[in-house]
């Protein structure tokens, strides 16, 4: 998609109530009063953040917040903004060279490396996520609702898997740490490699996974720190381009943040403060993203999840219903004893099917974004070492 093909529109974002990218256009034309349509960089750059507020403002009304479905929706608006900042960069490439545009894009280039140890601690945390999925899917065969009556032997199975998934996602909560003793990753060489062209993306490599001592509210941390706004000089000097490159720290940082409370991975602090100036047009709905999120996390009964996964929700509150159900049990079963066992298996059931495809695809969406941030620094860095002074 062209980075000036948008939907919808909102204000161009201001600083002291005046557009920053029409600054510059306004102390050039000031002595004769005369304003010539903003170039097409400008509407180009203008452009850019109103295509990031309209993708976040449909996450804040889409799809139902911290489902599966939603998870991809927003590392889909993440792929969109780092293409269309791909095109901003190369469509400028002889002002991003030099200073103090180069060092604020070789700053974000740090933070798209520390992000890709999210992404590896984030696809390890789906394969978590999977495990406890394959114990649903013995527990839900065990007690097939096909079934005309619940025998001692498959809810004797039955028992053995929810106990099997109590103890893996207890032990989740207590060790903090996700597959540590895997060591899998979406691959060491932060270049193009012949992996990423492997259909489907499916692939394994021997390189490095998170480490024990990882920590990923730690790793948040380090991607947001001395992140700031750009100053009056910076906007002037680089010709508006500081801009987008704030944007794209905000966004790389929101998305990781949002992936860390969502899926499980070790040590998942959630207290990241967010400095964005509301005038941006994204800060709003970013904001109250955050807001809402945060809010979620501290409801009573998702205080010690593994994550604000909804559907890491639905499956820890069935699983506790159905353990409650089995317990203390008697044969042959009293009829209302079985129709609840039935019903919270079906419950249970209907999470399962509604995992199964959607944790691949939201793998599938997590190693785009690898790739995506490791080609587009690759290039950009070579953009950098061979452009003229």
Same mark, same amino acid.
């Given at each position: 998609m062209p980075a000036t093909d948008f939907q919808g529109s909102s204000s161009p974002f201001a600083s002291i109530g005046r557009s920053i990218l029409s600054l510059r256009r306004d102390q050039v034309h000031s002595m004769d009063g005369h304003h010539e349509p903003g170039s097409s960089q400008e509407q180009?750059?203008?452009?850019?953040q109103r295509h990031v507020a309209d993708l976040f403002q449909d996450l804040v009304g889409g799809e139902e917040l911290l489902s599966l479905r939603w998870v991809r929706k927003l590392l889909n608006a993440f792929l969109i903004c780092q293409e269309e900042f791909r095109v901003i960069f190369f469509n400028n490439r002889a002002v991003v060279a030099r200073a103090p545009l180069d060092r604020l894009i070789a700053e974000f280039f740090e933070r798209s490396v520390k992000a890709l140890d999210v992404c590896n601690a984030i696809r390890d945390g789906i394969e978590q996520v999977r495990q406890w999925h394959k114990h649903l899917e013995i527990v839900t065969l065990a007690l097939d609702p096909g079934l005309k009556t619940i025998g001692e032997g498959q809810l004797r199975r039955a028992k053995k898997a929810?106990?099997?998934?109590?103890?893996?996602?207890?032990?989740?909560?207590?060790?903090?740490?996700?597959l540590a003793h895997r060591n899998r990753s979406f691959g060491r060489n932060h270049?193009? *490699?012949?992996? !990423? !062209?492997?259909?489907?993306?499916?692939? @394994?490599?021997?390189?490095?996974?998170?480490?024990?001592?990882?920590? /990923? =509210?730690?790793?948040?941390?380090a991607i947001? +720190? +001395?992140l700031s706004a750009p100053r009056g000089h910076e906007l002037m000097q680089t010709n508006g381009l500081a801009v987008p490159v704030f944007t794209m720290n905000l966004v790389l940082l929101f998305v990781m943040w949002a992936l860390v409370a =969502?899926?499980?991975? %070790?040590? @998942?602090?959630?207290?990241m403060h967010f400095s964005i100036p509301r005038n941006f047009p994204? /800060? /709003?709905?970013?904001?109250?993203?955050?807001?809402?999120i945060l809010e979620e996390s501290k409801k009573r009964d998702r205080r010690n999840s593994n994550g604000l996964l909804k559907e890491i929700? %639905?499956?820890?509150?069935?699983?506790?219903?159905?353990?409650?159900? *089995?317990?203390?049990? %008697?044969?042959?079963?009293? #009829?209302?004893? #079985?129709?609840?066992?039935? +019903?919270?298996?079906?419950?249970l059931s209907q999470v399962r099917e509604s995992m199964k495809e959607e944790l691949d695809l939201l793998e599938l969406e997590v190693? #785009?974004?690898?790739?995506?941030?490791? @080609?587009? @620094? *690759?290039?950009?860095?070579?953009?950098?070492? !061979?452009?003229?002074?």
């Open positions: 180009e750059l203008e452009g850019f929810l106990v099997d998934l109590a103890i893996g996602m207890l032990d989740e909560k207590d060790s903090g740490s996700v270049g193009p *490699t012949k992996d !990423h !062209h492997r259909a489907g993306g499916h692939f @394994r490599s021997l390189s490095w996974s998170v480490s024990r001592s990882w920590s /990923a =509210a730690r790793q948040l941390q947001g +720190n +001395n =969502a899926i499980p991975c %070790q040590d @998942r602090g959630l207290q994204w /800060a /709003a709905p970013i904001l109250s993203l955050h807001e809402r929700h %639905q499956m820890e509150k069935y699983i506790r219903q159905l353990s409650e159900l *089995t317990e203390t049990i %008697q044969f042959p079963l009293a #009829e209302d004893k #079985e129709a609840d066992i039935r +019903n919270a298996v079906q419950e190693r #785009e974004m690898f790739h995506r941030i490791v @080609r587009s @620094r *690759t290039e950009g860095l070579d953009c950098l070492s !061979h452009h003229p002074e």
